[in-house]
């Protein structure tokens, strides 16, 4: 699903008035205290970094430089309830990647070493469970030598 209605271009036309004059767009950004706490604070929003991916202005009460990346900021004039789906699937991604990583390296890095061979048994429990489900039992020859090269 896609969350953002606009490119980083067309947010900072908003900023743009009729005699062509840019003001910053006003957003709200995640603002990270110096004891790791976040708070959302009033920015001001001048600029997209494409090379880098951020936006960068200001805050708006303190004036000073901040880059912020899309996740972070919420322009002023943006549905909240898009922003808070974006977020909340944004999380959601993140812990499926993180878990998918932690699978693979356990994986990669399980000791193979003296490992004894599967059964007859086994392996035979091993593909009827693996083909259990009713597209791969209509088929007649369904080559198993992939899953169980990943078992052994």
């Known amino acids: 699903m896609e969350y953002d209605c606009r490119l980083p271009g067309e947010w900072l036309e908003l900023g743009i008035d009729e005699e062509g004059n840019f003001a910053?767009?006003?957003?709200?950004?995640l603002f990270r205290n110096e004891d790791?706490?976040?708070e959302w604070k009033a920015a001001l929003v001048e600029a997209w970094d494409e090379e880098r991916a951020v936006y960068t202005g200001q805050w708006d009460m303190?004036?000073?430089?901040?880059?912020?990346?899309?996740?972070?900021?919420?322009?002023?004039?943006?549905?909240p309830r898009i922003f808070a789906q974006r977020v909340a699937q944004a999380h959601q991604e993140r812990v499926y990647a993180d878990s998918q990583i932690r699978y693979n390296f356990f994986i990669d890095n399980m000791p193979t070493e003296e490992l004894s061979e599967l059964d007859p048994e086994q392996i035979s429990r091993i593909i009827s469970m693996a083909t259990a489900s009713r597209y791969l039992k209509s088929r007649q020859n369904v080559d198993t030598t992939g899953i169980m090269y990943e078992v052994n």
């Open 24 to 29: 910053p767009v006003p957003a709200q950004g």
């Open 36 to 38: 790791g706490s976040c």
């Open 62 to 79: 303190t004036g000073e430089y901040v880059e912020l990346t899309r996740i972070n900021l919420l322009f002023n004039s943006e549905d």
